[in-house]
């Protein structure tokens, strides 16, 4: 194609309907290196020709064009705003077409942390762990999100940091981690050369206080003499959550596994309640040998049941399970203070080892804990479930110890818990 008035000192030479008119195959000029392109095809587009200088021989080196969009999306005016920021470049020395391709080969933050959590989503156990991950590098990383990866620093990780790291130990140690992991994944690729500015050793360490000065994240628990007090204050009450909070206290289950549970899991025959892989933490099959107590909860539960709801413990939204806040609220309205749900699986496991005779492992079997190294576990193919209901009853006798229609007085709360 022949480049068309090249040399030509003029600007502005074209005209929004010129361009719309014109239908000669070649490049068109409008001055100061814009031309319109129009291919044999019938495609126009706009493009930047200049020649690029070699050091040291000026006016040397070969004609570099360099493309700007269709027509369809870029107008006259627009083209013309890109070859002024065009020529702003080669006035500083800096080839265009070199620096599109540096803009566009190092992502932003955001884009390299999208990346990560694509190519990573494989491994995660559980979709809860992918939600950590998005809430840590969007959330909480939000202000890291929009600068470029290569050019992540210190003083911008400290940024981040520094609001949660003593309100929120845990949260922001995931966020630190995580954080490390997308910088780690951008050095691998090329995109970043030099130290981590997230990493903890020797970094990190020196900057911010050390976890152990803060809240640790250790989930506040009741004491387990506690316990029967609460549960005869939950049986006074006739809301889900209540039910749903007994049922978890009595399983020793985490919050989620009891929230989200369905009646596909529940043998009410066999008294077993299996939870499914994915919705464990450790990525593993769960069955829980259910004491008389869960199945009573169960039995009413179902008794309740109205319309096709396949939770167990419905939340007031058609077919979605408990609030995540349900039980946070009822603790409120309890004047419960400074415990945790999860707290109460502490409980059970402090009973367990003070006040029980059953084997420290079963207790670790029902809080669905890994017990033993990775060859004991190879050999170790059953999960002592019937030991476990053993284990599970007297622990619901325990419980249940606060119901008024037993002739032991429930034990006070203790201070501390209330």
Request: hydrophobic share 45%.
């Given at each position: 194609?022949?480049?068309?008035?090249?040399?030509?000192?003029?600007?502005?030479?074209?005209?929004?309907?010129?361009?719309?008119?014109?239908?000669?195959?070649?490049?068109?000029?409008?001055?100061?290196?814009?031309?319109?392109?129009?291919?044999?095809?019938?495609?126009r587009r706009w493009a930047f020709i200049y020649r690029a200088k070699r050091s040291g021989v000026p006016g040397a080196g070969k004609l570099r064009e360099m493309g700007l969009g269709s027509i369809k999306g870029v107008d006259l005016k627009r083209a013309r705003e890109l070859a002024v920021e065009a020529h702003a470049l080669l006035a500083a020395g800096v080839d265009p077409i070199s620096?599109?391709?540096?803009?566009?080969?190092?992502?932003?933050?955001?884009?390299?942390?999208?990346?990560?959590?694509?190519?990573?989503?494989?491994?995660?156990?559980?979709?809860?762990?992918?939600?950590?991950?998005?809430?840590?590098?969007?959330?909480?990383?939000?202000?890291?999100?929009?600068?470029?990866?290569?050019?992540?620093?210190?003083?911008?990780?400290?940024?981040?940091?520094?609001?949660?790291?003593?309100?929120?130990?845990?949260?922001?140690?995931?966020?630190?981690?995580?954080?490390?992991?997308?910088?780690?994944?951008?050095?691998?690729?090329?995109?970043?050369?030099?130290?981590?500015?997230?990493?903890?050793a020797g970094h990190m360490d020196q900057l911010l206080p050390k976890v152990s000065r803060l809240q640790r994240g250790h989930h506040k628990a009741m004491a387990f003499e506690a316990i029967p007090g609460l549960i005869s204050n939950l049986r006074e009450r006739d809301a889900t959550a209540a039910r749903?909070?007994?049922?978890?206290?009595?399983?020793?289950?985490?919050?989620?596994?009891?929230?989200?549970?369905?009646?596909?899991?529940?043998?009410?025959?066999?008294?077993?309640?299996?939870?499914?892989?994915?919705?464990m933490k450790a990525g593993r099959i769960h069955r829980v040998p259910l004491s008389n107590a869960a199945v009573a909860i169960l039995e009413a539960m179902l008794a309740q049941k109205n319309g096709d709801y396949s939770f167990i413990f419905p939340g007031q939204k058609a077919n979605r399970p408990l609030s995540n806040m349900a039980f946070k609220k009822l603790m409120e309205r309890l004047d419960i203070e400074d415990v945790t749900t999860h707290g109460f699986r502490s409980a059970f496991r402090d009973w367990a080892g003070d006040r029980s005779e059953h084997a420290p492992e079963l207790a670790e079997h029902a809080l669905a804990h890994s017990v033993g190294n990775q060859v004991a576990q190879a050999y170790r193919r059953r999960d002592a479930l019937e030991r476990r209901r053993a284990m599970m009853e007297d622990w619901a006798k325990h419980c249940g110890r606060g119901h008024a229609s037993n002739d032991q007085p429930p034990e006070a709360l203790e201070p501390s818990a209330m």
């Open positions: 194609m022949k480049i068309r008035s090249f040399s030509c000192r003029a600007i502005n030479k074209l005209s929004a309907r010129r361009v719309a008119t014109l239908n000669t195959p070649g490049r068109h000029s409008d001055g100061n290196n814009l031309y319109l392109v129009i291919d044999p095809s019938g495609a620096a599109r391709q540096s803009r566009r080969a190092i992502p932003t933050f955001g884009e390299a942390a999208d990346s990560w959590m694509a190519d990573k989503a494989g491994e995660l156990r559980s979709p809860k762990s992918l939600e950590r991950w998005k809430r840590a590098l969007t959330v909480h990383a939000a202000a890291l999100r929009d600068i470029r990866v290569d050019g992540v620093t210190t003083e911008d990780v400290l940024a981040v940091l520094k609001p949660i790291w003593s309100v929120k130990a845990e949260t922001a140690k995931m966020a630190r981690g995580y954080i490390e992991q997308v910088l780690n994944a951008a050095k691998a690729q090329g995109w970043r050369t030099g130290e981590n500015p997230a990493r903890w749903a909070l007994e049922f978890l206290i009595l399983t020793a289950g985490r919050s989620g596994e009891v929230r989200e549970a369905v009646w596909s899991e529940i043998d009410l025959a066999a008294e077993t309640w299996t939870i499914p892989a994915e919705r």
